[in-house]
């Protein structure tokens, strides 16, 4: 029973990291890809948003579409990243989860962007780590706001 409760007691620690290590592989494989293997990843997306959204397909929409599907993916998995990261540090009970959280996924913006530098036919850019860092701050202030939605919640219900 012990056992039981305290593994129970470190369960958002392992989900967490969990999470932030599956994300960081994600990234390190993304990042990884040549240029050819990102644009046939993300014309999949750009030709489902054309088709969803009954856009014109032509060459200034697709061209302005793919800008729009690969920026947010950027963001969206640095996000994810922020999200889980915040989550692991906060579970660590360290003093200033947030802080940890930021300079973490600042580090982990530019390593991406650096390592694309390494993938034929892909650049780094500024713009992308700021984009990437964008996310995880957005991230980690959801599951901020959450946490004090639910400690706020917590705190006034009778024992």
Do not use: W
């Amino acid at each position: 029973m012990k056992m039981l409760s305290r593994l129970k007691s470190k369960l958002p620690l392992i989900i967490s990291a969990a999470i932030v290590i599956v994300t960081l592989a994600a990234l390190f494989v993304f990042s990884g890809q040549d240029g050819e293997e990102s644009s046939a990843l993300s014309s999949k997306f750009v030709d489902f948003a054309i088709k969803l959204f009954n856009l014109p397909d032509d060459a200034d929409t697709v061209s302005t579409v793919t800008l729009v599907v690969r920026k947010l993916a950027h963001f969206t998995i640095f996000a994810v990243l922020g999200a889980s990261l915040y989550a692991f540090t906060s579970s660590l009970l360290l003093l200033r989860p947030y802080i940890s959280t930021l300079i973490i996924g600042l580090c982990a913006a530019v390593l991406n962007e650096l390592q694309q530098l390494t993938s034929e036919g892909r650049t780094a850019s500024p713009r992308d780590v700021a984009i990437d860092f964008a996310g995880v701050v957005v991230g980690s202030l959801i599951v901020l706001a959450i946490t004090k939605i639910i400690n706020k919640k917590s705190s006034r219900s009778p024992d």
